[in-house]
Nanobody
Framework: QVQLVESGGGLVQTGESLRLSCKASGSIASIAAMGWYRQAPGKQRELVARITSGGNTYYTGFVKGRFTISRDNVDDTVSLQMNSLNPSDTAVYLC????????????WGQGTQVTVSS
């Protein structure tokens, strides 16, 4: 079992930045992939970014060039640096873990709210 706790959400204005953190209950060094998803009201959950144990990253098109995902296998944390935020980024952001890299993401955090005002 992997327990994930997100932090760092909040209310910001358009153009500002936030840094989200996800702390795991145990070592993430052997977890094949860690990711950030988001879910806005009335919309489906969508992948924002993911990072493999080897440090390879993937970003969904709408965040490329604005968001950066990173992982610290010593502190067992995954971070999401979000720059140039706009109102369409408003959502609950959730951290997820895919230990075997199967793409099923069996472990999730509770989420942290990000609200961007215009």
């Amino acid at each position: 079992q992997v327990q994930l706790v997100e932090s760092g959400g909040g209310l910001v204005q358009t153009g500002e930045s936030l840094r989200l953190s996800c702390k795991a209950s145990g070592s993430i060094a052997s977890i094949a992939a860690m990711g950030w998803y988001r879910q806005a009201p009335g919309k489906q959950r969508e992948l924002v970014a993911r990072i493999t144990s080897g440090g390879n990253t993937y970003y969904t098109g709408f965040v490329k060039g604005r968001f950066t995902i990173s992982r610290d296998n010593v502190d067992d944390t995954v971070s999401l640096q979000m720059n140039s935020l706009n109102p369409s980024d408003t959502a609950v952001y959730l951290c997820a873990a895919d230990p075997r890299g199967l793409g099923n993401w069996p472990f999730w955090g509770q989420g942290t709210q990000v609200t961007v005002s215009s």
